[in-house]
């Protein structure tokens, strides 16, 4: 079966860095455009960015754009966000997701599976 598994989250202070991990297995990972979320407690689950399947192409929320990265390796299946210049308001758990269209975009609705999620703190 499909599974999803992030890693890589921590406590870090505020202007510090990150790199979260997910590893994809069970799916054909070359064909799915790989989504990032994230869920601040007591708030609703939003679209961090995204990379496509085949082109890379990425996009990014405006709140994270210029900060964080998205990158992907189709060979280890795993897609990777660099986290830059974190701020206490980027707490929150982090959640990759896949899609299998090239359509997949920001909303969740567009996305087949997804992982358990990992914590970011930043503290301030």
């Known amino acids: 079966q499909v599974q999803l598994v992030e890693s890589g989250g921590g406590l870090v202070q505020a202007g510090g860095s990150l790199r979260l991990s997910c590893a994809a297995s069970g799916l054909t990972f070359s064909s799915y455009t790989m989504g990032w979320f994230r869920q601040a407690p007591g708030k609703e689950r939003e679209f961090v960015g995204l990379i496509r399947w085949s082109v890379r192409n990425t996009y990014y929320a405006d709140s994270v754009k210029g900060r964080f990265a998205i990158s992907r390796d189709n060979a280890e299946n795993t897609v990777y966000l660099q986290m830059n210049s974190l701020k206490p308001e980027d707490t929150a758990v982090y959640y990759c997701?896949?899609?299998?269209?090239?359509?997949?975009?920001?909303?969740?609705?567009?996305?087949?599976?997804w992982g358990q999620g990992t914590q970011v703190t930043v503290s301030s």
């Open positions: 997701a896949a899609g299998r269209t090239y359509k997949s975009g920001s909303s969740q609705t567009d996305y087949d599976y």
